[in-house]
């Protein structure tokens, strides 16, 4: 079963508005749940990552995103996009028992027009 | 510190043939991972390596994917014959510590494989 879901295939947004990037997960227990990035011709980088705690997540390049357990929800945010954020962003999850796969979204394609 | 590299960075076959991707872990880590991610769809685990032990192949899709880890170093993924739905990017990753569910996977930039 499907344990993250991304439902956008695709997010356009202007420079400068904010951006989200949705991300739903379905797992029981406590949930794990990271965001990756892809630019162009290179690898899965490491945004972010919620385990336990603030439910409100700072990663890099200005990213946040937000866990929201009652609506089984890790949406990632920036509050003004630039034209180099534009790239391919994967929200991955992991579950209980086994910690050393990722469960991964199928990716949303985030375009930033200046 | 070099990154995850993955070599090539394309490959397109004629079905039937064999390719071999190539990925080279950052130094020192003794986990590595094989993912997929097959026409646009999620990213799929495939396999987990402890140094050169599979840990895990549970995502191996069929008998026509072989995954070496000789010398616990880099790993080779044979696909043999090669079929059309193989056709999509294969990521590598490692990390230097297993069985966390907070560590955090290093990614290569991935293989696109075509399968005409």
């Known amino acids: 079963a499907q344990s993250v879901a991304q439902p956008e295939d695709q997010v356009n947004v202007a420079e400068g508005n904010p951006l989200t990037v949705k991300c739903t997960y379905s797992v029981s227990g406590n949930p794990y749940l990271f965001w990756y990035v892809q630019y162009p011709n290179r690898g899965l980088q490491f945004l972010l990552k919620?385990?336990?705690?603030?439910?409100l997540v700072k990663g890099s390049y200005g990213f946040e995103a937000e866990f929201n357990k009652s609506q089984t929800s890790f949406h990632l945010k920036k509050p003004s996009a630039l034209v180099s954020d534009s790239a391919l962003y994967f929200c991955a999850g992991r579950k209980a028992p086994n910690f050393n796969k990722f469960y991964f979204g199928s990716g949303t394609k985030l375009n930033v027009k200046p | 510190e070099a990154g995850v590299t993955q070599f090539p960075s394309h490959s397109v076959i004629e079905k039937g043939q064999t390719v071999t991707l190539r990925c080279d872990p950052i130094?020192?880590?003794?986990?590595l991972y094989w993912y997929r991610r097959v026409m646009g769809k999620e990213i799929k685990f495939l396999l987990h390596f402890v140094k050169e032990s599979k840990q895990d192949e549970s995502g191996m899709p069929n008998n026509r994917f072989l995954a070496e880890r000789t010398g616990g170093t880099y790993s080779t993924l044979k696909v043999q014959p090669a079929e059309l739905e193989d056709s999509g990017v294969y990521f590598c990753?490692?990390?230097?510590?297993?069985?966390?569910?907070?560590?955090?996977?290093?990614f290569g930039p991935g293989t696109r494989l075509t399968v005409l």
């Open positions: 990753a490692s990390s230097p510590v297993a069985g966390s569910s907070t560590d955090t996977q290093y």
């Open positions: 130094s020192g880590h003794d986990n």
């Open positions: 919620y385990i336990t705690g603030d439910n």
